[in-house]
């Protein structure tokens, strides 16, 4: 079965610097999308970043990125010149191409200190 | 199109009550999904649909779990009876394409007492 591992569970970062939030995963699977998702405290759910396995070149959404890793099965959110806008819960996700289930991390508690 | 659609969006019931939720997803959508979200356990998916029709059930919690979507426009979920621990944020999400996110409602408050 799929996991999604987010071995932080709160951080925080001033403004305009930049913070790396982990996710790690385990499939047996050779083709996935990967997500990164956005929840404020209005608990909508936001897509922030998405990656396809088969693509090497990482995702980009400008001050978002990711640093995909496919043999060590990882994929980390980079956000740059943070915003107090960015305080959030962030979800990583996966999604198999043989199943269509969305498998979420337990999340990061961002916090953007002025 | 105004995206996956909810209702209601806060609910507070009594013990032992019925609760239905409401879901219509983005029109062209072919699968639903429903999850429940709490402090201690996360994003958990209850079930999900592919047109229609139910795929995998195997996070509802109990029988007195159940879900439908008599159409592609629409779907319940009702818990009966309502029990306290059933109390969590239920989100409804809907996506076209194994390629693509989900696009997710603003979810349902549920709170039993």
């Known amino acids: 079965a799929q996991t999604v591992t987010q071995s932080q569970p709160e951080m925080s970062v001033q403004e305009a610097e930049t913070v790396t939030l982990s996710c790690t995963y385990d499939?047996?699977?050779?083709?996935?999308?990967l997500f990164w998702y956005k929840q404020p405290p209005s608990r909508q759910m936001i897509l922030v970043i998405r990656q396809e396995a088969y693509k090497q070149q990482n995702a980009t959404e400008n001050r978002f990125s990711v640093n995909f890793q496919k043999a060590a099965k990882s994929f980390s959110l980079k956000i740059s010149d943070s915003q107090l806008g960015d305080t959030a819960m962030y979800f990583c996700a996966f999604r198999g191409s043989g199943t269509y289930k969305y498998i979420f991390g337990t999340g990061t508690r961002l916090k953007v200190l002025a | 199109d105004a995206g996956v659609i909810q209702s209601p969006r806060h609910e507070v019931t009594e013990m032992g009550q019925e609760v239905t939720l409401r879901c219509k997803p983005i029109?062209?959508?072919?699968?639903l999904f429903w999850y429940r979200q709490t402090m201690m356990r996360g994003l958990e998916l209850l079930i999900y649909?592919?047109?229609?029709?139910?795929?995998?059930d195997s996070g509802m919690p109990e029988d007195r779990f159940s879900a439908k979507m008599p159409n592609a426009s629409f779907s319940t979920l009702k818990i009966q009876p309502s029990e306290p621990r059933d109390s969590a944020v239920y989100f409804c999400?809907?996506?076209?394409?194994?390629?693509?996110?989900?696009?997710f409602g603003q979810g349902t408050r549920l709170t039993v007492v």
């Open positions: 649909f592919n047109n229609n029709v139910p795929i995998d």
């Open positions: 029109s062209g959508h072919d699968y």
């Open positions: 999400a809907s996506s076209s394409a194994p390629n693509t996110e989900a696009f």
């Open positions: 499939t047996s699977e050779n083709n996935y999308y």
